[in-house]
Nanobody, 125 residues
Framework: QVELVEFGGGLVQAGGSLRLSCAAS????????MGWFRQAPGKKREFVAA????????SHADSVKGRFTISRDNAKTTVYLQMNSLKPEDTAVYYC??????????????????WGRGTQVTVSS
């Protein structure tokens, strides 16, 4: 069993930056593919970014491409989401997720078996 914890959310002005972190409070993330998803009020959860177990392959949603970057430090079993040029429409609860056995990344939330509780990101205009 892997328990995930997200850090780094908060309130920021449009154009600002935040860095989210995701760590395992139990278990290990070292070879698991990871993803970031978000859910805004009244909207469905959506894919943000994903990274393979090795960190060699990444994918980003078109809405965040060029602004957000996913990365990982397997030595620290931590996954990051660097968010730059934030917009009010980025406001959401951001969730970290891990695939149980797979090292291949996925853009689909149903292919991730472990989830954090989420961290709120609010971007003011």
């Amino acid at each position: 069993q892997v328990e995930l914890v997200e850090f780094g959310g908060g309130l920021v002005q449009a154009g600002g930056s935040l860095r989210l972190s995701c760590a395992a409070s139990s278990g290990t993330l070292s070879t698991k593919a990871m993803g970031w998803f978000r859910q805004a009020p009244g909207k469905k959860r959506e894919f943000v970014a994903a990274i393979s177990g090795s960190g060699g392959t990444t994918s980003h949603a078109d809405s965040v491409k060029g602004r957000f970057t996913i990365s990982r430090d397997n030595a620290k079993t931590t996954v990051y989401l660097q968010m730059n040029s934030l917009k009010p429409e980025d406001t959401a609860v951001y969730y970290c997720a891990a695939r149980r056995f797979e090292e291949t990344m996925s853009r689909h939330d149903y292919e991730h078996q472990y989830w954090g509780r989420g961290t709120q990101v609010t971007v003011s205009s």
